[in-house]
């Protein structure tokens, strides 16, 4: 007798905590094999046979590859191609035990796995590296994955290794993403599915499409396969931002890049103490970030079976992104005032005092900072997999390569007038209020003058990848040594990027337009033809805050991308300087060799595996040491900071490392299994980190060095689990985790007074000798971090009809470090609770995941760590499928419209983020 459970497409195939070492193609087929066989195969009694899709598919195909498992794995899975749980891959991971996500314009971009950074976490496609150049945050300088980059229809499996083995790539500290795309014999018949969809952005008010189709199938009596899929994903969000810098002045100093001093009594306490630092703000910002992102995807796979035992592969992936993007920016730039009417501050030992600042001339800025970036994606693998009498082996090279081109270009504008910035520990969001008028004149385009047009400029990256290797296996038997397996690793890697920058004076923008009139000040340009009120696409700007906050919700903004549209490249450079400092070129290559060995053991109830894993890696970094006597800054033209060159640099080294791994499980019962891991982990340091570049900021007075004498991140692990599988699909676990961090990388900073030539707009400078903070990165002392995760998961098949269609998924994290003032992304406690409902043609869902606070950003003193509020996102879907293999979904993102709040250490405010809610609905059709 067969029973069918229909219901969702969402699948999440979740093993919630430590599951097993599996091939990510082994894990998929041990899931489908397993999935529908009883729990209590050996009872002699009949069996009723259940077939099951939907939500409870995914999760006896997780307990089930769990419980045929030695090391620590979690899997979601897909319940057919285009059916994965998410519209974001994070947004699935995040729901597995002990893994967070970090979001950007409102989407999962990186993982952290049992709070540790995301440069701890290595991400894999299909096992192997895979190049991201497409970014406007740098990415050719990172290591992290970047999980936006794949389309969630194309993916078969994704799996969470938290403990390694000999044969699974090195890099991941943490632990490992990897994800699988289908092939044409995983299936081994005709597969056709499409979908479309629309997302809504509550933020922005504007829809965008959404649409996948993929095609598989075998011929030749299964000897032939071939698959192929195209996507297309086009997002318009629109994220809303406030926030604020401070500095650290002393009593008498005055602000530092102002035209005259302030107030010798900045705390207001009647007394003048040169002795007394305190900490006022340097520079407030609301920002309203509009983006216009489309992306097209296409993955293919060729599989031919030449032999019973020899099969040869062709696969390939291309993704071509193209952005356009407006930062519609409200500056309000206190330090470079020259009259400082009033002035309260905290002590920079963090007393709880107010912080405010009152000035009769404010620097307020309109900007329009309008960038377009276009880049793409490809990789290409060819592989021979032979398999007979007991060996395995199988051969793959592959070649990978991401480029991007990116304009950033801003028309600055200044109008001044008189403002008060308050703050107090504990807020949110800083007060700003206007006086004398200047709450209109702001308003009022005649009030705005050009300052520059400026920012980056055909500025190139690039990331390339070479990749080899070889796998052999010989299995021996069901006892004792059951396998050995062996082989060997190439990786060999390249990143560059330039520094090219465009700067235009207000002269050369007047040029450029044919003439500006004049200015609000004698002898400047007029901006009253650029500026544009702006507001929020829909709603109110930060709209998800309900403080007592005052903040300006629309402003003038200049509308730079209307103005450079009118003019090819040629003209631009001639009306303007291009630069492209040495000091800021990243030019890295490195190669990996890595060799392992690893057994397969069993002995009755107590299975595993043991190896050890040998790394050489080799880099060189081509760059300049910098001439810190030569720092200019153009304050009209963003704050642009430059470092000139003293001498060319090229450092080359190498570092070996001995990866050791032990993966044991004991089945103390039929319902109950223990697992033991031990293990040693490492991560190289950040691309960027080891480019020996130099970065500086005249107006926070910081110079930051990196290093290309950095070695790795490495950590002692061990892990501990206990599960019990209470019925066919119930599973209550546990879990304790330890990792002992050797080193990480940190910063040392120290006080150095530097010449600095201040250059203006109209040519004017002004030269000055001030103190800065110079930090350079190094290697430093490490951390421990442990933790234990509760796990527990049941679909209620046994209550009575209606209520048999529900279930549920639980898990709960708690994450300790030895020193949280150093170690980010390491909240302390972390949950995820999933509820559904799936009877019949419909399918139902709500999950809900939540982390306590976290240290966001390490800072160098002066300046201040940055610390993320605790928060919890609700995403929810509803399915309902009819016979002839159509679909209706709707789907949520965020629904309770949940902000991001960052404060500075003390409490003082650092930036809040409004990503607003993403609503998606369409349809799916399969056969």
């Known amino acids: 007798m067969i029973r069918s459970i229909t219901g969702t497409a969402w699948c999440s195939a979740l093993a919630l905590a430590s599951g097993a070492f599996i091939t990510t193609s082994a894990a998929a087929q041990d899931a489908t094999a397993t999935a529908e066989k009883p729990v209590d195969a050996g009872d002699e009694a009949p069996v009723e046979a259940i077939v099951v899709t939907g939500i409870r598919a995914g999760l006896d195909r997780a307990i089930n590859v769990k419980r045929r498992a030695d090391s620590v794995v979690d899997?979601?899975?897909?319940?057919?191609?285009?059916?994965?749980?998410?519209?974001?891959?994070?947004?699935?991971?995040?729901?597995?035990?002990?893994?967070?996500?970090?979001?950007?314009?409102?989407e999962g971009r990186t993982v952290n796995i049992r709070g540790l950074p995301a440069n701890f976490t290595?991400?894999?496609?299909?096992?192997r590296l895979l190049p991201n150049a497409l970014s406007n945050a740098d990415s050719a300088s990172s290591r992290t994955f970047d999980f936006t980059i794949l389309p969630p229809e194309f993916i078969r499996l994704l799996s969470v290794y938290k403990s390694p083995t000999a044969d699974l790539e090195e890099g991941g500290l943490s632990g490992t993403v990897d994800v699988t795309t289908p092939r044409p014999f995983d299936t081994g018949r005709r597969v056709l599915a499409a979908s479309?969809?629309?997302?809504?952005?509550?933020?922005?008010?504007?829809?965008?499409?959404?649409?996948?189709?993929?095609?598989?199938?075998?011929?030749?009596?299964?000897?032939?396969?071939?698959?192929?899929?195209?996507?297309?994903?086009?997002?318009?969000p629109e994220t809303h931002t406030a926030g604020a810098f401070y500095t650290t002045l002393t009593e008498g100093g005055g602000i530092p890049a102002g035209a005259g001093r302030g107030p010798d009594d900045l705390n207001g306490d009647g007394v003048i103490d040169p002795n007394l630092r305190v900490r006022?703000?340097?520079?407030t910002y609301v920002y309203n970030y509009e983006e216009d992102n489309e992306r097209i995807s296409?993955?293919?796979?060729?599989?031919?079976?030449a032999s019973d035992a020899l099969t040869l592969s062709l696969d390939g992936f291309y993704s071509k992104l193209n952005v356009t993007a407006i930062t519609n920016e409200n500056l309000q730039i206190f330090n470079n005032a020259s009259t400082v009417i009033s002035a309260e501050a905290q002590d920079i030992d963090g007393l709880p005092t107010t912080t405010r600042l009152r000035v009769a001339d404010l620097d307020n800025r309109g900007g329009g900072r309008y960038e377009h970036r276009n880049g793409y994606i490809y990789s290409l693998v060819g592989g021979a997999d032979y398999e007979a009498d007991g060996w395995t082996a199988k051969l793959d090279a592959s070649y990978a390569r991401s480029a991007q081109h990116r304009d950033n270009l801003n028309i600055a504008t200044i109008a001044n007038g008189e403002a008060e910035y308050t703050a107090r520990p504990g807020d949110k969001v800083g007060s700003t209020i206007y006086y004398n008028g200047f709450d209109a004149a702001r308003l009022d385009p005649a009030s705005f003058r050009v300052a520059s047009l400026n920012g980056e400029f055909n500025r190139d990256s690039s990331d390339e990848v070479w990749d080899v290797r070889a796998d052999v296996a010989r299995e021996f038997g069901t006892r004792g040594l059951t396998a050995i397996r062996f082989g060997g690793h190439y990786v060999d890697r390249a990143i560059h990027q330039d520094n090219e920058r465009l700067t235009v004076s207000a002269a050369g923008v007047s040029a450029l337009y044919g003439g500006l009139p004049a200015g609000p000040i004698a002898g400047s340009f007029s901006a009253a033809p650029f500026m544009k009120l702006r507001e929020a696409g829909s709603g109110q700007f930060l709209g998800s805050y309900n403080g007592p906050a005052l903040f300006p919700t629309s402003w003038l903004a200049s509308d730079t991308r209307a103005f450079v549209s009118q003019f090819s490249d040629e003209e631009l450079?001639?009306?303007?300087?291009?630069?492209?400092?040495?000091?800021?070129?990243?030019?890295?290559?490195?190669?990996?060799?890595?060799?392992?060995?690893?057994?397969d053991l069993a002995f009755g109830r107590l299975s595993g595996n043991i190896g050890l894993r040998v790394v050489?890696?080799?880099?060189?970094?081509?760059?300049?040491?910098?001439?810190?006597?030569?720092?200019?800054?153009?304050?009209?033209?963003?704050?642009?900071?430059?470092?000139?060159?003293?001498?060319p640099l090229t450092v080359s080294r190498g570092y070996t490392d001995f990866l050791p791994s032990l993966n044991l499980k004991f089945e103390a019962s039929d319902d109950v299994q223990l697992r033991l891991s031990a293990s040693r982990t490492m991560s190289r340091p950040n691309l960027g980190d080891i480019s020996p570049n130099t970065t500086a900021s005249g107006t926070a007075l910081t110079v930051t060095r990196n290093n290309p004498y950095l070695d790795p991140f490495r950590a002692n692990n061990l892990d501990l689990t206990a599960e019990w599988y209470f019925s066919r699909d119930g599973l209550l676990g546990a879990a304790a985790f330890y990792k002992d961090i050797a080193s990480l990388i940190r910063t040392d900073t120290r006080v150095e007074t530097l010449p600095v030539t201040y250059i203006r707009s109209d040519g004017s400078q002004q030269q000055a000798s001030l103190d800065f903070a110079v930090s350079r990165l190094v290697n430093g002392s490490g951390v421990n971090v442990k933790g234990v995760e509760v796990y527990y998961q049941q679909a209620f098949r046994s209550l009575p009809e209606p209520f048999d269609g529900l279930g549920t998924v639980l898990n709960y994290t708690f994450i300790d470090n030895s020193d949280p003032t150093q170690l980010t992304a390491a909240s302390k406690h972390n949950f995820n609770a999933t509820g559904y409902y799936e009877k019949g043609p419909v399918g139902l869902r709500l999950s809900y995941s939540w982390r306590s606070g976290f240290l966001s950003t390490v800072a160098a003193a002066p300046a201040m760590n940055q610390y993320t509020k605790a928060f919890g996102t609700l995403d929810g879907s509803i399915n309902i499928r009819f016979t002839n293999g159509v679909s209706l979904v709707f789907e949520a993102v965020n629904i309770l419209d949940t902000d991001e709040s960052i404060q500075y250490e003390g409490g003082l405010p650092a930036s809040y983020i409004d990503a607003g809610r993403r609503v998606f609905a369409g349809v799916r059709f399969a056969l």
């Open 75 to 106: 899997v979601i899975s897909a319940e057919d191609v285009g059916r994965f749980p998410d519209v974001n891959v994070a947004e699935s991971v995040q729901r597995i035990t002990g893994v967070q996500i970090n979001r950007t314009r409102g």
């Open 122 to 127: 290595l991400g894999t496609f299909n096992g």
């Open 196 to 236: 479309a969809q629309g997302e809504y952005e509550s933020n922005s008010g504007k829809f965008a499409p959404r649409a996948s189709a993929f095609y598989s199938d075998v011929f030749a009596d299964g000897r032939i396969g071939f698959s192929a899929g195209l996507s297309y994903t086009r997002r318009k």
């Open 280 to 283: 006022i703000p340097l520079q």
């Open 298 to 305: 296409a993955i293919s796979s060729l599989q031919f079976k």
């Open 573 to 599: 450079i001639t009306a303007g300087v291009i630069t492209n400092d040495a000091s800021g070129i990243t030019d890295v290559a490195e190669q990996t060799w890595a060799g392992y060995v690893r057994g």
């Open 616 to 647: 050489r890696t080799n880099q060189q970094t081509t760059g300049v040491s910098p001439d810190l006597n030569g720092i200019t800054v153009l304050p009209d033209a963003g704050g642009i900071t430059r470092v000139p060159a003293a001498e």
